[in-house]
């Protein structure tokens, strides 16, 4: 084998790989959007055969022998190359330590998994999600049996979504976390409470989505390359490479920001997917390095952007356009105010930014016992609500708001929560770095998201998945990860809003 | 190889092409439905993988021995598995004479022509499709002359949509229907023309839609594996099986008939696939055989259920409880006459039962001509227009209602038209036959479709591809195809609603 040919057949081995990607991940799509109810199982058993195809594809001896090759040859390979073969042997050892039969099961599972998931939460009825969740999870841990036995089973899938995290960590960021935002609420509930009435009334679904198609226009997201459909849960998705991406909503008739919010977040998503360098497209740099990064995109543009002051004026006009009558008496103080309330509530992807991270905790809590065996899936639902009466003092009425309100456990992202966390912590340090070169709070009085998205492509969203996580935050901040910043940030924001 | 073990590797292989087919046929139909307008190289890059990946499969070492062993067992093997390995020999056959770049070429290129067709569509531009559809159709009498060098290049292509049908064929049956139905037109045209204004006016389409899903649930088509999307071009798809299939149209806010038989034609397609025998799933046997056979199971529910007056009559309160005030004045009978006026039109899809047929005969002497290299593709539009003119007598003003209007050469569907016009025929024979156990009729009145639906899988619909389309159309009727069975239902529909 020459250099130069295994070069070649790297780049044709990641174009092979990322077409199975797109397939796959449309036929997800297709799932979570417009397929009729009752065809979950024929789409398990296309998924099963097409991950079959994929894992021959990628653990086969021609595949390995050509990355061993070219990994024994790292000098003579540019850094992209390098990270391109480092990344891919990295998921085919992994791969390759999962049975095949094992790894097409898996498949079947998570769309039996998705499907149940939908139907129970429709019907709030734990009990019908139980059994497949169990399944979920123990599936889980047996994966992290197989790819790193020396290693714990829960940090196997925190460093999977974040390289470098472990419990350890997660329990010291977590701590920083709490001993500032706990006090903070408790000053709040003592002080006179925001009203927010200005987002509750009816809000016309075709109105709302005016209003997603101008929030998109005016983060200058690629609209040609990015679509927006409606699911039970918003969530971004690229499909082969990062010139076809898909963000979705969920709207709610009666409360127009809660649209609103998962525009915006899965925006910022879009965004830094939609901006990796062109060359990358088709290969293993392609798209987000990592979810806490990937989170630190999306939060900044929900709430460090989109729940700022400046940006809520930005916006407020095109609100009182769309909605006259239901807006005639606030102005976008009232909506200012009302979109940062902070107060203990039900629903994760709605919380305001104070108490958004409780709601992680509480997850993570669950997830970690979960897999210590200290907690069984049946308990779920009891643990969930004694947690959420512990960390936000809030009584669960049902688990369809409760233990069953979100995508993540049915769909295989288990590990994930503490990205949101994170990537909340890492947004505000990036947009303090930010704003010593460009004036956030004047690009966003003009309506002018050219400089704040130049500065997020320069250091971030180009370099797809070159870098580390850290070695990208790193470069980007020209400092380490310091959650102080985040909690200062919630401390002065919070204390200017409630006079506390 | 044992037989035992290769008729297991049969399943396993068929199972895999139908795999494939749903991840390519769902990216072609996010392509029409849902995908963002810049996206189409993407797919484009996903699809000729994909394609290679078939291909290698299909035409692979492997799976010629088997199917080669299996062939030489016939007498071993069930009739069903006899027409399986006879099918996919000959897809493969096929296959193995387009050479594999020519193969992966022909997917992207197909991709190209669906987008651009759009384009050129949208902006009434067919100087932008000329140059695809010039490479379409070169792509296409190329492929004709490597897999069948002894056949005329157009009979080869008609034959792959309608076994048995040639030039020769297409021409006596043209000009059976066109000696009949050119007096006809002319006679209607000497007589008062029916009034058809309620069929125009401003029908919401949020309201047509609950209009479509009425229409889906009362043709008992299976909601729980048949979906409804909007597309520039009404069509129906399935995924890998036909336990998902899915059917679009396209709604006109100022025609609510538009759509309304869009629905029901494809509704009859997706009932034909729908109720194939379960143990066809993912075979080569799911699914309808020919496009004749399918086109004559829409062009029934379309035309023959569709526009009958007991259907008017039984859908009609329906129509007036969405459409209150634009209903107020007409009747069912109204309703029944405006869907039956015979016209000269320009679209195809909306013409009347009677002018039908004209529309395909265009585009069959087009084909016919492009293929004989005495027409060329920069003439088209002029021919085109010319044709109109002499067969139906009508003016076309523009490119987007000539030339532009159909999706099937952008498609690659060349050869398909005649299908329709042959279903058409094969159709009102298959009724005449229903009717002598079924009173067609009374089910109508009474909004009972079960016993026309069970007439339907049992003589049709369960086949799937099990026998050839005449076998089956004789079987279904007893006797031989007559095409003057069609003609004289038209005489005898037409003379009585415009008392010829």
Redesign the interface.
Known sequence: MTLEQAKKDLYALS??M??YN??TA??FF?GA???????S???G??LS??GE?SYNLATGEQTVQLLEFLDSNKDSLSKEEQRMVFLMLKDIRDMQKIPLEEYVALQKLMVEADDVWHRAKETDDFALFEPVLEKVFDFYKKIAKWCAPEMDSYDYWLNNYETGLNKARCDEFFATLRSKIVPLIKKISEKPQIDDSCIYGDFPVYKQKELSDYLMRLMKI??????L?TTEHPFTIS???H??V?ITTNYHQDNFVSSLYSVIHEGGHALYDLNTKDEYA?TALDGGVSMGIHESQSRFYENLIGRSREYVELIFPKVKELFPEQMKNYTAEDLYKAVNKAQPSLIRTEADELTYCLHIMVRYELEKRIFADELSVHDLPKEWNRLYKEYLGIDVPNDKEGVLQDSHWSGGNIGYFPSYALGSAYGVQLLKKMEETVNVKECLKKGDFEPINNWLKEHIWQYGSLFTPSELLEKALGEKFDPTVFTDYLEDKFTKLYNL
């Open positions: 174009a092979k990322a077409a797109h397939a449309l036929i297709d959007t417009t397929a009729p109810k009752g065809t199982a024929n789409r058993q296309t055969i097409l195809e690629d609209m040609d390359h990015c679509g459909l499909f082969g490479s010139h076809d898909r088709y």
